[in-house]
């Protein structure tokens, strides 16, 4: 496998692939529906082989990043087209090709309209995706950034619920907000780099940037600009109001991809470049950050227990979720980071499912309040069972993902802070009852007057259906039994990110 | 008694070929009347070879017959590689706004000749501008690249509004000629010369080592009228109140070539000016050019969020925009002088000057393309459900919008990074101005993607008629389409715009 990989610019095949399928959807003729479906799913297909191709070739053993590829781009300021994966990034790549071709798939029945601008808009999408995670230059990675921001400002806009315009608009606003003053830090960074070694050289490149060591106050500032970027896009509190808007008028598909990956970004970024490259920094503002952190967590559990909205409901779970992921990246601990990693791709699993499932009931009922539902076990069986699933997960049944992402962060924190992990362990027993007092009113009980008024049009789950779920079945499933397979891919990069940073060490005692 | 040799004509050879060119156009007009698309082959086939021409006369570095800046009339003027660059782009304006002028002058019943004529003499001006190392040239240059900017302006003469635009645009433009005019009277009589040089000298010896307060007070009082003057002619707030009704009020190709042409020229004036004559005393210019920058963009942005009227919410835009190239101005100032700072904020300058001309007008020329069916408002709501009508020219637009916006890897975004990274790289008070242009740009974002909510989100009005498009403006699209795009994405055509800013900002220090 290696050898084969070896000889091709695999990372570059995975970022591009869909780029070359929008170009070719592009010209296919717009009445052609299902041309342009297949289409638009075989490229994902494509893009997700050659990262399963990476994943078989990829050596968790060897330290640093691999499969470099790296042009010159602007020589003038050293910039770079420089790409380069490591453990985690490769999960994360193999979580958005995934999950990419699952939201496809799952687009074929509900998005009727303007199916071509559809598909191009969300394989522009995944490139923009894959090259946050691929890229090792700053400047390369803030315009794939960038990038994807539009294809989801008219995913929104344009295939959303009622009230889409201003979800979108708001969505843009606060991730531009928080993007540019990262703009802003990265290039303070490139010119110090440059005023201190003479060069545009190595200005823009991760590796020679994490090595350098900023001054206190650029670190201060340039995290600061990072962090709001990066929290943002998780979201943290008190920045995440634009996520339940944003996820309630999208359609299914970008609901799944905005929980499922773009949030991760957010994640990405902070264990990526915002500790790493300023950890001084970092290790002051940690306090605040958990701090946060908690108040996400229990916040965002709390509000989820009052929406009268089901994907209202598993938006502010995703803020509480969200929540342990930047807990335990800023406790700076082996566990918590591990638990931070794990609980990424469980929420983008897991999350990506729910919003699946609520997809499944809004195709046949056009509502998703939780008050109109009632009583579905009797009519759909398998979507009921299906769904329990999903919830148990989501709660952290043990044995399934959801369990091990947040018990290792709780487990990271308890070490150093134990008041920290008491109330984000409190915060697992609230979302218990959020999603089961959910689970509770949608699926027993009588069949709902108003599901009666739907009648025959209430059918089970679909074969189409059935089949973007499995996936994430196995794969829920799986980790939930086997972490220590994603552990193992990324110890490497765990350990280099410990070695950055002060373990523990913080002035909250 | 001044020799005529092979450089001195090499040097005149491109505003003097303009020059010619506008006269060949009447000439043309006069022999076969009424003839349009002959005018039109006429006018863009020679700005076509006269920008070949500079190309090869040079001095561009490494290529041109002219091996370094040549010198005609006593100094009077100069062919450097400012003059190249300011020439390329202020040729590829007015090629471009020929080729979008006569698909909405024809419907309107206005003549084309007398339109590509008045437009060549403008730019002959702005051209010579440029070049111009005497203030008596500066001068002349500038009334010959305003005057026939107020006939443009009033071109539609039985529309209400174009008279009113550009009776206002005159008596302002007037007005300010004047007090610009008064400054250089005053400069001159105590400097005893019209040479930029031997102003430049002369002002650098009464300056001396004690600092401003040692200039006699009548100079100052010239400094302050010429900064009032060029701030009126790049439309600075608060000098700006004659920008929105002008372009209002004026036909839309022309809007479009007041909203680049003038102010790139100007630019050339306030390079000239204050950079070459008035160097030496920037200490006392750069606080206003600071506060001028954030003013004008905050106040142009802010205005522009509540505007309906789209050539309205363009021109204060345009504004915002001077703000942003009025923050390369400003790092030019704050750098102390002699560092790599002060050339880098001149680079950003003339590199934002010349992306924001092809997006900007390109921009325009997707609503005079909208307009070419008299009687289409300029209200926003043109836009309505242009994804639909017009699949292709709404793409275009969301193209230009996003590049005015900033998101990579379009030429608007290679403009915003430079004037960051050139305020950045002076630091100070100037890092706080860098992050003011970045909030702005993401204010910006929200009235630029209102218009691509009109285009993609909402639905065509009832019984809007059917866009079409002329083969003339679909080729100045594809050109100004491909200068976005190119610019930012295509690594040789940025490098060699970032290398022509360079060596000229060179040629200025």
Known sequence: MTQLVSGLPILTLITFTPLVGAILIAFLPKERLNWIRWAALGTALVAWVFSLLLLTAFDPGQSGFQFGEVADWVPTFGIQYKLGVDGISLALVVLTTTLTWISILASFAPIKERVKEYMIAFLILEVGMTGVFLAMDMFLFYIFWELVLIPMYLIIGIWGGANRIYATIKFVLYTLVGSLLMLVAILAMAYTYQANTGTWVGAFDYQKLVEFGFDPTLQFFAFAGFFLAFAIKVPMFPFHTWLPDAHVEAPTAGSVILAGVLLKLGGYGLIRFAVPLFPQAAHDWAPLIIVLSLIGIVYGAIVALVQPDLKKLVAYSSVSHMGFVTLGIFIFTEQGLHGALLQMIAHGILTGGLFLMVGVIYERTHDRTIAKMGGLAGVLPVYAAVFGFFVLGSLGLPGLAGFVGEFVTIVGAFDFYPWVAAVAALAMMLGAAYLLFMYQRVIFGDLSDFLKGIGHHLTDMTRTEVVTLAPLIVLAIGFGVFPGLLLQLWQGPVNDFLAHVVPGALALK | ?509
């Not at chain 2, 570095?61 to 590689?81: M, T």
């Open chain 2, 1 to 509: 008694m001044i020799s005529i040799d092979a450089n001195t004509i090499l040097a005149l050879l491109p505003p003097a070929g303009v020059a010619l060119l506008a006269l060949l156009v009447v000439v043309v007009d006069i022999a076969w009347p009424g003839r349009d698309r002959l005018l039109v082959v006429v006018g863009v086939g020679g700005l076509a070879i006269l920008i070949a021409v500079v190309v090869i006369v040079g001095p561009l570095p490494g290529i041109g017959l002219l091996a370094g800046a040549q010198e005609v009339f006593g100094g009077a003027y100069v062919a450097d590689s400012l003059t190249v660059l300011l020439d390329l782009t202020l040729m590829a304006i007015a090629l471009l706004t020929i080729l979008f002028g006569p698909d909405y002058l024809r419907p309107r019943g206005l003549p084309t000749a007398e339109f590509a004529a008045m437009l060549l003499f403008a730019i002959t001006g702005g051209m010579l501008i440029a070049g111009a190392r005497d203030l008596l040239l500066l001068f002349l240059a500038l009334e010959l690249l305003v005057l026939p900017g107020y006939l443009l302006a009033g071109y539609a003469k039985r529309d209400g509004l174009s008279t009113e635009g550009a009776i206002k645009y005159f008596l302002l433009g007037s007005f300010s000629s004047a007090i610009f005019l008064f400054g250089l009277v005053l400069t001159f009589g105590y400097t005893g010369t019209t040479n930029i040089r031997e102003v430049a000298a002369s002002v650098s010896t009464l300056v001396g080592t004690n600092g401003l307060t040692s200039l006699p007070p009548a100079l100052l009082m010239g400094l302050a009228l010429l900064t009032t003057g060029a701030a009126f002619k790049i439309a600075a707030v608060p000098f700006h109140y004659w920008t929105p009704d002008a372009y209002q009020g004026s036909p839309t190709p022309v809007t479009g070539y007041l909203s680049v042409g003038p102010k790139v020229a100007a630019f050339a004036l306030i390079l000239r000016l204050f950079v070459d004559a008035l160097g030496s005393v920037k200490a006392d210019w750069t606080p206003f050019i600071v506060i001028l920058a954030a003013v004008t963009m905050t106040l142009g942005n802010l205005v522009a969020l509540s505007q309906d009227n789209i050539k309205r919410m363009l021109a204060y835009s345009s504004i915002a925009h001077t703000g942003y190239i009025l923050v390369g101005l400003a790092a030019f100032g704050a750098a102390p002088v002699g560092s790599a700072a002060e050339q880098n904020g001149l680079q950003a300058v003339l590199f934002y000057s010349v992306a924001y001309s092809f997006m900007n007008l390109g921009a325009f020329a997707v609503v005079a393309a909208l307009q070419r069916r008299p009687g289409v408002t300029s209200q926003i709501a043109t836009f309505a459900g242009l994804g639909r009508r017009a699949p292709l020219l709404a793409a275009l637009m969301l193209l230009f919008l996003l590049s005015l916006t900033g998101i990579p890897p379009l030429a608007g975004f290679w403009a915003k990074w430079y004037v960051i990274q050139a305020a950045l790289q002076v630091g100070g008070w100037l890092t706080l101005l860098a992050v003011l242009t970045v909030l702005n740009a993401a204010a910006a974002a929200f009235y630029y993607l209102r218009i691509a909510v009109y285009m993609y989100m909402r639905d065509p009005a009832e019984g809007a008629p059917p866009v079409t498009l002329g083969g003339q403006t679909r080729l100045g699209l594809a050109l100004a389409a491909i200068g976005t795009i190119a610019i930012g994405l295509i690594p040789p055509v940025t490098i060699a715009v970032i290398a022509m800013a360079q060596s000229a900002a060179q040629a200025l220090l």
